[in-house]
């Protein structure tokens, strides 16, 4: 990607959270930002606030959930209709659901929403994103990874539910396909380059108020000191998936982080991901399941 362009970032799931600070800063910094998100009230709130914060900056709203296939299609149609796309930011998704649950298409509801979606919205993006002078794909990572392997036996958890697990392996579905998705673009000569990106422990409780956004709810002071030691606010925690999303000198394959203890906390750097998210077996099975499971796949 050329250093100091003008880019076009596409931002998921940008109404609140991380990914609201993210298309903040990213406005912050010149470039223009399109919240693609499921509720059209809420995107529009979230646009308002950015500009709020960023004098003269450039926000659009896209209506698209990632649980509901056909709106995934719908969506990334809009966006390549309104104009290219240099950046997705692949940031939405669920955490956590004490019950299973299912998307419109009938997937496991964090397993559908975080990867299978996504998986699908690059599918459709890609001709975008090779279009552009150095396109690139930038996937939510977890440190959840490193606790978990993918069950794509079982990849919507039928057998047997829990939802913490649930959100550990979509997420390692996640950096699982964006390694790979790097690995099969480069074999292809493609000028897209897929980086994988974590915002550490990121609190809401420890977050820059953003009303009506983001209304933290502060512990007490000494609890708020004690959470510090270990974990930060989410506008802290969205500097690396910024840093990896429009830094002109990041690589295509890399992992970006905060640098500090456990990866927890501190500035973005590149940082190790446990071996089994780039096991090459593991990816291209999932490859194949995901591309079937959606009916679509990217073609490189």
């Known amino acids: 990607m050329p250093a100091d362009r003008r880019l076009r970032v596409v931002v998921t799931g940008a109404t609140a959270g991380l990914g609201y600070y993210a298309a903040e800063r990213i406005a912050s910094l010149g470039h223009q930002v399109v919240i693609a998100a499921r509720s059209p009230e809420r995107a529009v709130r979230a646009a308002d606030a950015v500009r709020d914060r960023v004098a003269g900056a450039d926000v659009s709203t896209v209506d698209l959930d990632l649980a509901d296939l056909s709106s995934v299609r719908s969506g990334a149609d809009a966006l390549t209709a309104a104009g290219g796309v240099d950046a997705v930011l692949l940031n939405a998704g669920v955490v956590g659901s004490r019950r299973r649950q299912t998307t419109a298409d009938g997937f496991e509801l964090q397993f559908g929403t975080n990867h299978l979606g996504h998986f699908a919205l690059v599918s459709h993006l890609l001709p975008a994103l090779a279009a552009a002078p150095g396109g690139r794909v930038v996937h939510l990572g977890s440190i959840s990874h490193r606790f978990v392997r993918l069950d794509l036996d079982d990849p919507m958890m039928v057998a047997s539910y829990s939802g913490a697990v649930a959100y550990a392996r979509s997420k390692l579905a996640v950096m699982t ?124």
């Open 177 to 300: 396909f964006g390694f790979e998705l790097d690995r099969r673009l480069r074999a292809a000569g493609s000028s897209v380059r897929s980086v994988v990106a974590h915002p550490g422990l990121s609190l809401e409780s420890l977050s820059d108020p953003r009303p009506p956004v983001v209304e933290p709810r502060r512990p007490p002071a000494v609890v708020t000191s004690a959470l510090h030691t270990f974990s930060q606010g989410k506008e802290a925690g969205a500097e690396p998936l910024v840093h990896a999303t429009v830094d002109g000198a990041v690589q295509g394959g890399e992992y970006w982080g905060p640098a500090g203890w456990f990866q927890l906390t501190g500035a973005p750097a590149v940082v190790a991901a446990k071996p089994h998210a780039r096991d090459r077996s593991a990816a291209e099975r999932l490859w194949t399941v995901s591309a079937d499971l959606t009916t679509t796949e990217p073609v490189l």
